[in-house]
């Protein structure tokens, strides 16, 4: 078995199962966590080569989880695995600092390729949307310039934990926040995205993929 040690991060079972049969007899697979916080947390503890990670978790999701990777200092290699055929989607996540792009319609035929593919230090794109990736990258409009663009970090992760429902108590208590800290961020993010309700700030972490349908 290779040494390889990698970590999964999936809110599906399902989804972690198959990826435990596909990998188990070829890598060391070292964990699984089911949301982006579990992610950040078990990356530090377990030192992992490889991270194979959805985007839509709950509490972090897989992009913003990639970004906080890197800005820690974290040496692993991520690939963004995803049912989302969308380049943009793509382009996000290797801006955000992942290796790789695979969907999950075809993780069978291509995962092992990309993580030896990542682990010589080559980047890999599933080539169902290489073609589409050109025109994205080549698109000045896709480095992102709206309002949405201008929210902070923080204010990502306060977004989406209103998409998902929590009360502001819960956002402050998951972000070690005070309630008054995290009402602000509220605030000021409806400001900058030019909207005046919770319902219109969901859509909005719906539009940037923070949270799924």
């Known amino acids: 078995m290779n040494s390889t040690k990698v970590l999964l991060a999936d809110d599906h079972t399902i989804v972690v199962q198959g990826l435990q049969l596909l990998l ?47 800005a820690n200092g ?8 995803t ?42 794109l599933t080539p169902l949307i290489a073609k589409d990736m050109i025109s994205v990258l080549m698109d000045a409009k896709s480095e992102g310039g709206g309002s949405e663009a201008k929210l902070t970090a923080r204010q990502r992760e306060v977004l989406q934990l209103i998409a998902e429902g929590r009360t502001m108590k819960e956002v402050a208590g998951i972000l070690n926040i005070s309630a008054r800290t995290a009402e602000t961020h509220k605030y000021e993010m409806m400001r900058v995205l030019g909207v005046r309700t919770t319902a219109e700030l969901t859509q909005c972490a719906i539009r940037l993929r923070l949270v799924s349908i």
């Open 24 to 70: 188990k007899d070829s890598f060391n697979l070292v964990g699984t966590v089911r949301d982006g916080r579990a992610l950040l947390e078990a990356a530090a503890r377990l030192k992992p080569d490889v991270i194979i990670a959805d985007i839509s978790m709950p509490l972090l999701n897989g992009l913003d989880a990639v970004r906080q990777l890197k």
């Open 83 to 124: 049912m989302h055929a969308d380049p943009h989607l793509a382009a996000d996540a290797f801006r955000a600092g992942a290796s790789a792009f695979v969907l999950k319609d075809s993780a069978g035929e291509e995962l092992i390729l990309a993580i030896g593919e990542i682990l010589q230090g080559r980047a890999y």
């Open 74 to 81: 974290s040496d692993a290699k991520v690939i963004i695995l």
